[in-house]
C-alpha cells in the first residue's frame, strides 16, 4: 500500500528549528520527486521546497530561502526539511507529496502531485 508519512512537527519558539520527515512506502521512491507544501488556518496550501529525484536539484519557496534545507535518504526511502531561524508565520501543517518526474526536475505544481501525507503540525509561537 502506497504512503507517505510526515513526522517531526511539534511546538518550537520563534528562532527554533525542527527536522520534518517523509517516510514513503508502496512505490518506486527513487523515481519521484518530493515537495513540501503547508497550509496555515485560513490560507491555501503554498509549495515550500522540492527536491529532485537525484537529490542534486533543489528549489525553495522565497520566504523560506536560507532557512530551510531539503534533502532525501533515497536508501531509506526518506525526504527531510530541516527549518531553522522559524517564524510564527511558519506556522502550518506540513504536508509532502510525490510526483513522477524526470532525474533532474524540481517540478512540484501542488495540483500536480500524484501522492499525498496526511501531514504534521508545526507551531511557532512563545
Known amino acids: 500500500q502506497l504512503q507517505l508519512v510526515e513526522s517531526g512537527g511539534g511546538l518550537v519558539q520563534p528562532g527554533g528549528s525542527l527536522r520534518l520527515s517523509c517516510a514513503a512506502s508502496g512505490f518506486t521512491f527513487d523515481y519521484y520527486t518530493i515537495g513540501w507544501f503547508r497550509q496555515a488556518p485560513g490560507k491555501e496550501r503554498e509549495g515550500v521546497s522540492c527536491v529532485s529525484v537525484s537529490g542534486e536539484t533543489t528549489d525553495y519557496t522565497d520566504s523560506v530561502k536560507g532557512r530551510f534545507t531539503i534533502s532525501r535518504d533515497n536508501a531509506k526511502n526518506t525526504v527531510y526539511l530541516q527549518m531553522n531561524t522559524l517564524k510564527p508565520e511558519d506556522t502550518a501543517v506540513y504536508y509532502c507529496?510525490?510526483?513522477?518526474?524526470?532525474?533532474?526536475?524540481?517540478?512540484?505544481?501542488?495540483?500536480?502531485?500524484?501522492?499525498w501525507g496526511k501531514g504534521t503540525l508545526v507551531t511557532v509561537s512563545s
Open positions: 507529496a510525490a510526483r513522477r518526474n524526470s532525474y533532474s526536475s524540481t517540478y512540484c505544481p501542488r495540483d500536480g502531485m500524484e501522492y
